[in-house]
Structure formats: C-alpha cells, structure tokens
C-alpha cells in the first residue's frame, strides 16, 4: 500500500490511525482540515481540490478528512481507502468524552483552547449536534461514493469498530505481503 485515503466521522481515531500508517509505513501523512482551514479562513474549493491534488499525485501519501467532494482527486487515487464507519452511539460516547477532556483543561491543543460548553454541546451547530445531523445525512452517500471508488479498483476496508481497526493494524505490522492482504469486510451496506 502506497496511497491510503482514510476517513469516518469525528472521534473515530483517524488522526491516530493515520499518524501510525505514516510511522509504520514511512508514508508522509495529510489532514485535510490542515489544508483547508487556513489562518486566513477556508480556502475555495477549486484551491483546496488543487492542493489536495497536488499530495495525491505523489507515490506514497496517507489522507485523512471527511471531504468526499474530493473524492476524484483522493479517494480515486488511492490504493487502499479506509472508512471508519462506528456506529453512532459510540461516535457520541467518544465526543462526550473527548470534549469534556478538552473542557476541563487535561488537553492543550488549538481545538481545545477554542472550544466552549456550547460549542460542544449546547448551540445549535454544536459538534455533538452536529456529528448526528452528519452521520444520518452523509452515511448513505459515502455507501454510494464508497461502492463507486470500489468499481474502479481501489481496494476498500471498512471497519465497524475500534476492536476491528486493532485487528487490522496487527495485519498490517506482519510481513509486507499482508499489507495486501489487510482488508477486513467490504461491504457497501449501513
């Protein structure tokens, strides 16, 4: 594996995965929020799409984000795409408890300084809010941009849970012949 694209909804561990393929692969690693929010604000998709074009046309590249409207440009690029499809309740658990770690102060990061009680909980656009509204909206049509990826012959691994992707990590640390082998299911179902 060469090119991993690598998504799923928020507290699903893809920065942490993503971080070990890169150490475990020798593979440079990209978080597409990196790219796009910038300290200028967002960039405008054609940019964005560009600069995402420009990570994926290289040999080896670890790609994580949620943005299948770059889908052309990274997840049919990839050799390997790896969705993180947690069932909702777990994805709530892990914001609840990830949020609450930032708001009592045990997590110094830019995300944690700039998060508030009503930003994670309480406004309308909260990120418990709006993990939900995201995870009911866009899980049929990853199925369908998921299946479309599969038919032009990337291989997909989806795992359904955090047991699934310790299972997968420990294939993917056998002999480098396993690395080809380390799909778990393909499904294209909910």
Known sequence: MRKIALF?????????LARWLSAELGHPHTDLDDLLF????PLPLPEFRRQAGEITRQDTWIVEGNFSKLADVVWHRADVLVWLDFQLPLIMYRIVR???YQLTGYEDSPQARRLTWSKAFFSRRSLLRTAIRKYR??????????????DQGVKVVRLHS??????????????AESHSRGATRHTTGP
């Open 137 to 150: 909206n866009n899980r049929p049509r990853y199925v369908q941009q998921v299946s479309e990826t599969a």
């Open 8 to 16: 799923g909804p928020p507290a699903t561990g893809k920065s942490t």
């Open 38 to 41: 910038t300290p200028d604000g």
């Open 98 to 100: 990830r949020s609450l």
């Open 162 to 175: 955090p047991r699934e992707v310790r299972r997968w990590m420990e294939l993917m640390k056998g002999p």
